[in-house]
């Protein structure tokens, strides 16, 4: 009985922690999937093009990439708490900035609130995937990370729902004919108003991450010891020289780079294309872009099983290829038939990320924890290849034609899985490192 007792306290002390924890895989997919709401929006009210209005995920994505080096150096000084609370603190500011950027209408504050958002989500996500790994037994480490992601998966929905009825829907969007008809004066107003829409659904926003936030400074977690003490200040650029031999790792970061990018301007211009091409308002158009998070929230469930029975390598290649198709059936065929075989990407879409991910790490060693944050870091492609999109869109006259931009990304993960997934044997070959299984 003893020992029962001591299993039960065991799992108690770590289930609010855990709960609080899933809750920031929550967090950070609502503000990720936001911006794909945010972009119509601003195009609309502040009269972007499209390589404008892609500089919404640079801002965004830039900020992902400069803190996972800075976040992991705060952790390992103080704590993984620590690192939460601060990246709570950093999107809890960065939200906050857009009441007065919505008062003063003024885009350079959103793009800076964007960045200040980003930095904290870096910081949750460079604290949280590792923290729940080791949060609790080692043999339940992949199953607590798999159900932590499906509370990303989940946010990402809610995130379109929640932008779709309170940004979107908030102010009618007027088509070109009735604004062409206003006056001066009344444009202005018009285009102030579907900024202000921004306000109430950030204050929220701010409202939740500042709640999450008390409790965990309040709850108590458990203390987990680093796996080794040999990281020195110079450690990450020992580690680096020694990474940059790895072929797979060195290809990870490229096809991570793609992925994400591609992946980022899919989505971010997805309603675009369905206003553009089918005449849809860009209220009705979210309904796509939830349907592209169901898709995606589908494909993760049963992309894991898939991979589980097969080879991760193999179901990579087949996603990727599968992928690029899709987005060039949306490039060369545009319309309806575009639109439906944009929104089911998504599906294919699901297993990338972590999939590259967890084959880039593979037999890294006493790296791994290096290699991750700089794959972490590659995301950064959303910064590149969304504004590039928008680029050709605007070049093309098209959003159509811009979806080969994906489709060349989606190319490179393909490549990748086929040849270069696999590691090979080289002065650098660590023994295989058990973390990488759980991404």
Not at 204 to 225: D, R, Y
Not at 261 to 273: F, K, N, T, V
Not at 371 to 389: A, E, Y
Request: glycine residues 6%; aromatic residues 16%.
């Amino acid at each position: 009985m003893s020992n029962v007792s001591t299993n039960t306290k065991e799992k108690n002390k770590y289930l609010i922690p855990f709960a609080l924890l899933c809750s920031l895989f929550f967090l950070w997919a609502l503000a990720n999937n936001l911006n794909d709401i945010l972009l119509p929006q601003f195009q609309h009210a502040f009269t972007l093009n499209n390589f404008q209005a892609g500089l919404i995920q640079s801002a965004f994505y830039l900020g992902y990439f400069f803190i996972p080096i800075p976040a992991g150096i705060l952790m390992k000084k103080f704590s993984y708490k620590v690192g939460i609370l601060t990246g709570l603190f950093l999107y809890a500011i960065g939200a906050a900035l857009f009441w007065p950027a919505a008062e003063i209408m003024n885009y350079d504050l959103f793009l800076i609130g964007l960045f200040i958002i980003a930095a904290g989500l870096g910081c949750l996500e460079t604290a949280a995937n590792p923290f729940v790994t080791v949060l609790g037994p080692e043999k339940t480490g992949h199953f607590r990370i798999n159900l932590a992601q499906t509370f990303n998966s989940f946010g990402s929905i809610i995130a379109v729902v929640f932008g779709q009825t309170l940004i979107l829907a908030h102010i009618p969007q007027y088509s070109n004919d009735i604004l062409d008809k206003m006056a001066p004066d009344q444009l202005k107003t018009y285009h102030h108003n579907l900024v202000l829409a921004v306000q109430f659904p950030y204050m929220i926003i701010v409202g939740i991450v500042l709640f999450i936030a008390l409790l965990i400074f309040f709850t108590k977690f458990p203390v987990i010891q680093s796996d080794t003490h040999e990281e020195t200040n110079d450690s990450l650029v020992k580690a680096f020289k020694r990474l940059i031999k790895v072929r797979h790792w060195r290809w990870a970061v490229f096809a991570q780079f793609c992925y994400v990018g591609a992946q980022i301007a899919c989505w971010s211009y997805l309603i675009r294309y369905a206003v553009q091409e089918n005449k849809m308002t860009p209220s009705f158009a979210a309904n796509y872009l939830t349907a592209s998070m169901v898709c995606f929230f589908i494909g993760r469930f049963s992309g894991t099983w898939l991979i589980k029975r097969s080879d991760p390598k193999k179901v990579l290649a087949s996603y990727a290829l599968i992928s690029f198709v899709l987005c060039s059936i949306s490039a060369f065929l545009g319309g309806m038939v575009g639109l439906i075989a944009l929104t089911a990407c998504s599906l294919f879409m699901s297993i990338q990320y972590p999939t590259i991910f967890s084959l880039g790490i593979t037999d890294l060693g006493k790296d791994t924890k290096y290699g991750s944050s700089l794959i972490v870091m590659s995301i950064v492609g959303g910064s590149v290849v969304t504004p590039l999109m928008g680029f050709v869109s605007d070049i093309a006259g098209s959003i159509p034609t811009a979806e080969l931009v994906p489709a060349l990304c989606f190319i490179i993960v393909f490549i990748y899985a086929k040849f270069y997934a696999k590691p090979v044997n080289q002065s650098h070959n660590y023994l295989k490192n058990k973390f990488s299984t759980q991404y």
